[in-house]
């Protein structure tokens, strides 16, 4: 597994973004995903998961109703649509693969990284 975060940016408030977390290696496609993101002096935190088939999600409380997580297996890519975004979305995200088929709020569950794409939220 070898996953790059892409498609951050700067962008006012109640605009959109999306990311997408790629797979160069293609060896995910059967593993749960998920976005973290880690805001300047605070903790890195779940943000949206997907099990392997896309059949299950997870979100964040703050982001439910703005935020969707989706996959395209064929393309070994998965995608974090953001919407009605906040300045306190300002943040690294980034993607990650579980351990397992199934997502998880917990980092310590994913063990591949992508390199984090900045979303900066301007009020």
């Known amino acids: 597994v070898q996953l790059q975060a892409y498609g951050g940016g700067l962008v006012q408030a109640g605009g959109s973004l999306r990311l997408s977390c790629t797979d160069s290696?293609?060896?995910?496609?059967?593993?749960?995903m998920g976005w973290f993101r880690q805001a300047p002096g605070k903790e890195r935190e779940f943000v949206a998961g997907?099990?392997?088939?896309?059949?299950?999600?997870t979100y964040l409380d703050s982001v439910k109703g703005r935020f969707t997580i989706s996959r395209d297996r064929a393309k070994n890519t998965v995608y974090l649509q953001m919407s009605s975004l906040k300045p306190e979305d300002t943040a690294v995200y980034y993607c990650?693969?579980?351990?397992?088929?199934?997502?998880?709020?917990?980092?310590?569950?994913?063990?591949?990284w992508g390199q984090g794409t900045q979303v900066t939220i301007s009020s």
């Open positions: 990650a693969a579980s351990r397992t088929s199934y997502s998880s709020t917990s980092f310590a569950q994913y063990n591949y």
């Open positions: 290696r293609r060896t995910s496609s059967n593993n749960g």
């Open positions: 997907i099990s392997w088939n896309g059949a299950s999600t």
